[in-house]
Each structure stands twice: as C-alpha cells, then as structure tokens.
C-alpha cells in the first residue's frame, strides 16, 4: 500500500466523523507530501478551505504537526487565529504514519466552540442568570487549553536550544525561545503571548521588545 492509499483509506472513518459532529465541525484529512494542497477530503468547512488546499498557516500548523510525529493524536488544543475569522476553534489531529514510522499526513477534527459560546450568551441574557455555569466551564477548559499548547511549544523550542528546565535558563536562552516562538507565529495566537509570559516568568513589554528587536536584526 502506497503513502496516498494508506491515507485515502481514512476517508470513510471521516466521513462518519462529519456525520456524527454535524455542522460546526469541520473534518479534513491531509497529506503531507505535498503540503500547500494538502487537502484530500474536507466535510463542513468552517475555515473556507475545499480539496486542493493546504494547511491554514504554514509555518505554525506544519511546525507544530510534524514535532508532534511521535504522538498518536493531540487532542483539544484552543486556537483564535484571523484565519479562522476570530472564531474560538477546538483542535483535535490524529497523526498518520507509515510502516517506517514517517509522519505521511493526519486527519483534523475542528469545532467552532464560539457558536457555542453564542449561543450560551443568548441563553444568559433569556434567562437573566448573572452566573451561567456552562460559560464558566466553556471559559475554564479555553484557559487551561491554551496553557497545555503554550506548553508544548516552549518545550519544543527548549529542545531546540538544547534545555529542559524552564527554571534555569538564561536571559539570553529565554530571548531565543521568545525569538523561536515569534518564527513559528505563536503570538498570533490569542493569548499566547500572556500564557508565554508566565510561563517563562517575563513581562509582555519584554517579549515584545525581543520581538521588535529579531525584526530589526533580520532587516
């Protein structure tokens, strides 16, 4: 069985996926050998992308797909990007492989959570409820959702530079972490570059000017 074949046989289990989701969730299946048309099969589109297509954002969604290779599937990651028209979209992928072990495509499952939280808005003002349960989890899960990818992304970028103890990096390896994360266009991220202050215990204004600075040296 060829790369392609392995990866065309997933289209029925997407199909079903589309299915049983319904509207809001969009399912697409690519292949990464040729990666601006990834797209082999997409149902519900809610990032207007058709068959032909490639992924959203290049740099970001390929970096991050393909260093997760080893995984089996990243599940309930949060992403906000202009791609995405500002809506809140939950990002599930299950990770394709051949017999060697490569990383040949995935299969993506999107959902637009900001139709939910919509509609959960709607609700709170129907009902007059000052304390909407359901917008206090929808707003919990989205929090600790950006954390966990935030996470994932600094430890990439640890790995880059040969470290592993966020507590015992310099000021210069925290620049370049910053630097490494900005390449990969991270902060475009609603969110992230908060989370990546915390985490990486600076301020805002510092990473923007690190930021500011790697435009600058690269001009």
């Known amino acids: 069985m060829t ?11 997407a199909k079903f996926l589309s299915a049983v989701c319904g509207p809001t969730c969009e399912v697409v299946l690519h292949d990464l050998s040729d990666i601006e048309h990834s797209i082999i099969y997409i149902e519900n589109s809610i990032t207007d992308r058709k068959a032909g ?19 089996t599937f990243s599940a309930n990651l949060v992403n906000q990007t202009a791609a995405y028209k500002g809506d809140l979209i939950r990002t599930s992928t ?19 959570y900001s139709e939910l939280t919509r509609l959960c808005h709607s609700f709170e003002r129907m009902a007059n409820l000052t304390n909407n349960p359901i917008q206090q989890a929808l ?13 994932t992304r600094i430890s990439a970028a640890m790995s880059r530079i040969g470290r592993s103890d966020v507590d015992a990096l310099t000021k210069t390896e925290r620049r370049r972490i910053i630097e490494l994360l900005a390449q990969e266009s991270l902060f ?3 969110g992230c570059v908060n989370m990546t202050a915390k985490l990486l215990n600076v301020s805002v204004p510092t990473i923007y000017r690190y930021i500011n600075s790697a435009k600058e040296d690269n001009a």
């Open 188 to 190: 475009t991220v609603k």
């Open 3 to 13: 790369n392609r074949e392995l990866i065309e046989s997933y289209v029925p289990f």
């Open 139 to 151: 707003s919990s899960e989205a929090a600790f959702s950006v954390k966990q990818f935030v996470n």
């Open 94 to 112: 299950f990770y394709i492989r051949n017999k060697a072990n490569d990383l040949i495509g995935f299969l993506g499952v999107n959902q637009n």
């Open 53 to 71: 297509d490639g992924l959203i954002n290049f740099t970001f969604e390929a970096s991050f797909e393909r260093e997760n290779a080893k995984e």
